[in-house]
């Protein structure tokens, strides 16, 4: 379902694509973690495929029902297309999901599995698990899916905004980066989804954290998407999960890598990278910066560290957008997820809450200006550039 990397780990290519945020998900956990999922809702781990498929949560799609939502498929309606497969444009009834016309009822992005094989088959059957299971607003919500014969499809909420990804690293003269206010309204709108999945009830590690997983919708609201590399997290007396190492490479954390065990500070680790390509524009791993440039946390690491310094990691494109405090207090959040040892790192109900700070502080050098003409910006017409799954 990806590329390998290296001997060691596998980095998961994503389709890029749009989910639809139009829809009511049942919330897990509210935005300031005061609700969260009963005990009851959450079935016992491992269970079988049939269990998995029997989700009440969840709509059992025939292969015609989707060929027609989606317009049989034409190429003019590919949002966009990774290692999982295409994803397609589609619309069904709000009421009972049934197919539509297009532009009528709800749209659904439909991700459609393009080869047979039991590792694409097992992280398919993950995302049906963790996203049948677990309803929270920083979560995309997942309709339902398609099991027949051959055929391996997800139906997804679009998203119109797509991934953070493209919003970061898109350049252009007609392109308006995203403003320092939209970066951190993102930010804590992830971290929450993180929260949430590490929470006692949920106890879920994530593993994939990246730029291309989180998805926006019309309001910059983010949510989490593609879990087919989550693992359940470690319980009892366990310190962790061994598994073999997969992830995206720059992301994942290093005593995973070394070691393969797995813990939810690995996620940890996986979010400062992210944190640290919001506040930097710059991606995790460059082969075309210069020399000594190519991975973003060994050259961004010393100038963290340093209250003068940071601002040389700064993206010079949110200059004026920011208070010298905000910044600083956003750079050490950043350092202290990205520690070396994982037991230096915050909990992400940490971080929530240092970032849920940043966001209330009231800025008066913020650029209101390049706020609303980010604001402004939609980019659902551009399919290929849509969605991090």
């Not at 309803?135 to 679009?158: A, I, M, P, W």
């Not at 320092?180 to 309204?185: D, L, N, P």
């Not at 939810?264 to 075309?288: H, I, P, Q, T």
Request: aromatic fraction near 10%.
């Amino acid at each position: 379902m990806g590329n390998c990397w290296g001997v060691k780990i596998k980095a998961v290519s994503s389709s890029h694509s749009a989910l639809n945020s139009g829809t009511n998900s049942r919330s897990g956990r509210d935005s300031d973690s005061s609700s969260r999922v009963s005990s009851s809702s959450v079935p016992p781990t491992p269970r079988s495929e049939g269990e998995i498929l029997q989700s009440p949560n969840l709509k059992s799609f025939t292969f015609n029902e989707l060929k027609s939502a989606t317009r049989n498929f034409r190429p003019d309606s590919v949002l966009g297309e990774g290692g999982f497969g295409a994803v397609f444009k589609g619309w069904l009834d709000e009421t009972n999901l049934s197919p539509t016309k297009p532009g009528t009822g709800i749209v659904i992005a439909v991700k459609r599995l393009n080869h047979e094989g039991y590792q694409g088959h097992k992280e398919w059957l993950a995302e049906v698990n963790y996203l049948g299971q677990f309803h929270h607003h920083n979560l995309v919500k997942l309709f339902g899916y398609c099991l027949e014969d051959k055929h391996r499809l997800l139906v997804y909420e679009f998203m119109p905004r797509g991934s953070l990804e493209n919003h970061l690293f898109r350049r252009g003269s007609y392109f308006q980066a995203l403003s320092w206010k939209f970066r951190m309204k993102v930010a804590l709108g992830a971290a929450k989804g993180l929260a949430f999945l590490h929470s006692a009830e949920t106890k879920v590690i994530y593993r994939d954290f990246k730029t291309s997983n989180v998805l926006l919708d019309l309001n910059y609201n983010a949510k989490l998407s593609d879990f087919g590399l989550a693992k359940d997290a470690p319980t009892g007396d366990k310190s962790h999960v061994s598994t073999r190492v997969m992830g995206t490479y720059g992301y994942a954390a290093p005593e995973y890598i070394a070691t393969g065990h797995l813990t939810a500070k690995s996620d940890v680790y996986s979010f400062g990278v992210v944190l640290l390509e919001m506040l930097s524009g710059r991606r995790a791993v460059d082969k075309n910066r210069p020399n000594g440039e190519h991975n973003l946390v060994e050259w961004a690491r010393p100038y963290l560290a340093n209250k003068r310094k940071i601002f040389r990691v700064l993206d010079t494109r949110l200059e004026g957008q920011y208070s010298q405090v905000g910044a600083q207090k956003a750079a050490v959040l950043a350092l202290q997820c990205l520690a070396a040892e994982a037991k230096y790192r915050p909990t992400m109900d940490e971080v929530v809450k240092t970032l849920g700070e940043l966001q209330d502080r009231k800025d008066p050098t913020t650029n209101h200006q390049a706020e609303q003409k980010a604001s402004a910006q939609s980019y659902g017409s551009n399919g290929h550039k849509m969605l991090g799954m």
